[in-house]
């Protein structure tokens, strides 16, 4: 099975940047469609973005657009969250998992079982 394995969280100071990256254990030409999402303490888990696998198509919550870009580079098999402008409430535990974009994104939050690790952003003072 594909798994995804998140990393480059931190803690950083309001305003400040943060690069995530969604690394496939397994190398494909043709990637996945993939998401990330993310849970806050106390909160429920929630969509963030997501990019398509093949044709570019994008998606951001509205809470990040303008902040969050996602990416991709199909030779590394790898997507990424640029986070620019981090407020504290994006603090969260970030995952990356395999979800239709856009449409499959409310199912992939529902149903799925698998989320991993995950990679934690802290942003504060």
């Known amino acids: 099975q594909l798994q995804l394995v998140e990393s480059g969280g931190g803690l950083v100071q309001p305003g400040g940047s943060l690069r995530l990256s969604c690394v496939a254990s397994e190398f494909t030409s043709d990637f996945y469609a993939i998401g990330w999402f993310r849970q806050a303490p106390g909160q429920a888990r929630e969509v963030v973005s997501c990019i398509s696998a093949s044709d570019g198509t994008t998606y951001y919550t509205d809470s990040v657009k303008g902040r969050f870009t996602i990416s991709r580079d199909f030779a590394k098999d790898t997507v990424y969250l640029q986070m620019n402008s981090l407020k504290p409430e994006d603090t969260a535990v970030y995952y990356c998992?395999?979800?239709?974009?856009?449409?499959?994104?409310?199912?992939?939050?529902?149903?799925?079982?698998?989320w991993g690790q995950g990679t934690q952003v802290t942003v504060s003072s």
């Open positions: 998992i395999r979800a239709g974009c856009p449409e499959g994104l409310a199912t992939a939050l529902a149903e799925s079982t698998d």
